[in-house]
């Protein structure tokens, strides 16, 4: 009987894992230099240290979601949209990432506008990144909003949609498809790649001197989307499409970490007032209507998980690492066959 449930856990991790190869493709990196030291910097805003130490390696993506990518999981899932995937503001305010809905519920259909495809998607709460990690977890399937679609994989949702549910929301131990834990992101951004130090740049365009917000048609590198005397890029865009900053990457290769939008985190912050409402999810990155101070190491944010804010995006990290999966997968397999003997 051991060994049937074994073989049926193989398999589950084997299905998990070839979800990798279905319609949204996102890039990622490797974060190694596992076992590194935490940073020493200070945080401004709440006063906290000691972030960017991560024990083991896991990839992270190079691109925040985009509007393209987040369009088709809606097409996926959100055709009666139950737990409130789409914003309305997408396709409605001037800053929206202009991805709109037609349709009645049961046969809603979603487009996005064609020079908007490849920019960040805003108006996304923490929520609805745990249900976007969530699909891909799951292989990206089609259907209504359910544990096989959105509300189990990476993190027991259960229809979890206010404030005080998710925030009660944890990371399952066999999550593959995961909001960055605010270690991860941080490491990513800032840390220097150079072994299990605590070696970390101010900004994560691998640098310690402020970005400028400058798009010429070669980066010039250590640049930014951000606010600095002038919106760029400006009306209607806002936002730049991933990867246009293309000589500013993180030490690990990671894009616009700085800038762009706010990305989501798992972190749980308290900020001691004694009721739920003092209590958030964290922020990193700041956003392109940000100065650069935001985008500074030691800039921590945080915002009501429920909300679906104009400045917030995500980005999505993959763990363990790939090659890690593949060799437990191997080792469990090996496990059940010497048990069969």
């Known amino acids: 009987m ?9 398999a589950a991790v084997v299905a998990a894992w070839a979800s990798s190869a279905s319609a949204v493709t996102i890039d990622t990196v490797t974060v190694g230099d596992n076992n590194n030291l935490p940073d020493t910097e200070i945080m ?31 097409n996926a899932v959100a055709q009666t949209d139950t737990y409130g995937l789409y914003n309305t503001e997408m396709w409605t305010e001037l800053h929206g990432c202009k991805i709109e809905r037609i349709g009645a519920s049961g046969s809603y259909n979603y487009s996005v506008a064609a020079d908007r495809a490849d920019r960040p998607v805003n108006y996304i709460s923490w929520g609805d990144a745990a249900r976007f990690a ?13 544990p096989a679609t959105t509300e189990d994989g990476s993190y027991r949702l259960g229809g979890a949609v206010t404030r005080a549910d998710l925030l009660a929301i944890t990371r399952n131990p066999t999550a593959t498809w995961v909001i960055p834990t605010e270690d991860e992101w941080y490491k990513a951004a800032f840390h220097k790649n150079d072994g299990a130090t605590g070696n970390y740049f101010d900004y994560p365009t691998s640098s310690d001197t402020t970005p400028t917000n400058v798009l010429p048609a070669i980066d010039p590198g250590n640049t930014a989307t951000f606010l600095d005397g002038a919106w760029v890029p400006g009306f209607p865009f806002y936002r730049s499409e991933v990867g246009d900053h ?17 990305e989501w985190n798992e972190a749980v912050i308290d900020l001691g007032g004694g009721s739920v409402t003092d209590v958030y999810r964290g922020l990193r990155g700041g956003d392109y209507s940000n100065s650069d101070g935001s985008l500074h190491a030691d800039y921590r944010s945080w915002y009501d998980p429920s909300a679906e804010g104009v400045f917030s995006g995500m980005r999505l990290a993959e763990v363990p690492e790939p090659a890690t999966v593949t060799m437990l997968t191997i080792g ?10």
Request: hydrophobic share 35%; with cysteine; aromatic share 12%.
């Open 246 to 262: 293309e000589n500013s990457a993180s030490p690990y290769g990671t894009f616009d970490q700085a800038g762009n939008v706010w």
């Open 134 to 146: 969530n699909w891909m977890h799951n292989g990206q399937p089609s259907g209504l909003q359910g």
């Open 44 to 74: 401004s805003t709440d006063g906290t240290s000691g972030y960017g130490a991560v024990k083991t390696d896991y990839r992270i993506a190079k691109f925040e979601v985009t509007s393209g990518q987040y369009r088709d999981f809606l």
């Open 2 to 10: 051991k060994a049937a449930i074994q073989v049926v856990c193989v």
């Open 332 to 341: 469990a397999i090996a496990l059940v066959r010497r048990r069969r003997r």
